[in-house]
């Protein structure tokens, strides 16, 4: 039996459908009946037959709370851990925390007690180090505590360290650390947003740099490794470094739009945050733009999978491509 969080995910949705096509024995957790409504969205863009969902064991529970989960490790012999709660808003910053360590540390506990043979878990090259601009960040950059990290930074760098702990537990792990991953499904959020937005007429671009991965690579990689005898190492996944700019005019481009025109420099976003923040003050909303995004949006961090790449023989599909099938998708 394997055991998914974050079933109702982005990255979660798309691992469940490959590992139902490769015959596996899934329990997956949830907590709204509206969720597993996504993961249906999720697997019809990959097939029509839509029965394959109930080829999984639906698990109601919260990962933070331990009476939940505890039933969920019976019979478990693998875990992907999927769930997290991605904000950049200072308000969830507790929640985070709660979510993304505790929760975590909940996992690992119950995973060592059950005597699971083998836990994956879906980190972020947040938590990765940074390097000089023009230098390849590798998995051997040390994360530095010491900089202003924002909270979803410092949350999954406390997660990794929980399921190092595990490692020492005899638990075998692996931890990928993707980078910004695209993928179907999931419009209003993450990523997906970014395809919503571009495909209506989004205006602006900065010049940052950051690493691309696309889902199907991601959850490939993920089967690939916890079916190997690879453990107790963590994997930079990332198919190419490309500019926001790149990527929001590939993404036009594909989808017949216009591309933006507008480039957004760092003093602008400075100010926006900042106005932002203030309004938020008065109001129950988040605000518009968080300072870590911001800060990100400017940010140039190129990184490097040659140690996957090394490790498995995989092949990453290529970005150009990835957005193709993800613009395909959102047409549906």
């Not at 990962?63 to 039933?71: A, L, W």
């Not at 129950?284 to 733009?289: E, V, W």
């Amino acid at each position: 039996m394997i055991l998914v969080t974050g079933g109702t995910g982005l990255v979660g949705a798309h691992l469940l459908y490959h590992l139902i096509i490769n015959k596996e024995e899934i329990r997956a957790i949830y907590r709204s009946e509206e969720k597993i409504e996504l993961v249906k969205k999720v697997f019809s863009y990959y097939t029509d037959d839509l029965s394959l969902i109930e080829k999984i064991s639906w698990f109601k529970a919260d990962i933070t709370d331990v009476p939940s989960m505890i039933p969920a490790f019976v019979g478990v012999e693998k875990v992907y851990h999927c769930a997290a709660f991605i904000s950049f808003n200072p308000r969830d910053y507790v929640e985070m925390r709660k979510v993304n360590i505790h929760g975590t540390a909940i996992i690992v506990n119950l995973s060592i007690d059950a005597k699971i043979k083998k836990l994956c878990f879906v980190g972020s090259i947040a938590a990765i180090g940074d390097a000089p601009n023009g230098v390849l960040i590798t998995e051997e950059n040390e994360w530095n505590k010491d900089l202003d990290n924002s909270g979803y930074s410092i949350t999954k760098f406390g997660a990794e360290m929980e399921v190092w702990r595990a490692s020492q537990e005899q638990v075998e792990v692996v931890i990928v650390n993707p980078g910004v991953i695209l993928g179907a499904g999931f419009w209003a959020t993450g990523s997906g947003k970014l395809f919503h937005q571009v495909h209506h007429g989004f205006k602006y671009y900065t010049a940052g740099i950051t690493g691309y991965v696309g889902v199907k690579d991601v959850v490939s990689l993920m089967i690939l490794l916890m079916n190997s005898d690879v453990k107790n190492e963590r994997f930079i996944l990332v198919s190419e470094n490309k500019t926001y700019k790149e990527l929001f005019f590939l993404i036009a481009d594909t989808f017949g739009k216009k591309r933006p025109a507008i480039r957004i420099k760092p003093w602008q976003t400075e100010l926006l945050w900042r106005f932002s923040a203030a309004m938020a003050r008065f109001t129950s909303k988040a605000p518009l733009l968080g300072k870590y995004a911001a800060k990100s949006a400017h940010e140039i961090s190129e990184y490097s999978s040659q140690k996957v790449i090394k490790t498995t023989s995989f092949k990453f599909e290529k970005i150009e491509e990835v957005v193709k099938d993800v613009c395909s998708s959102y047409r549906k």
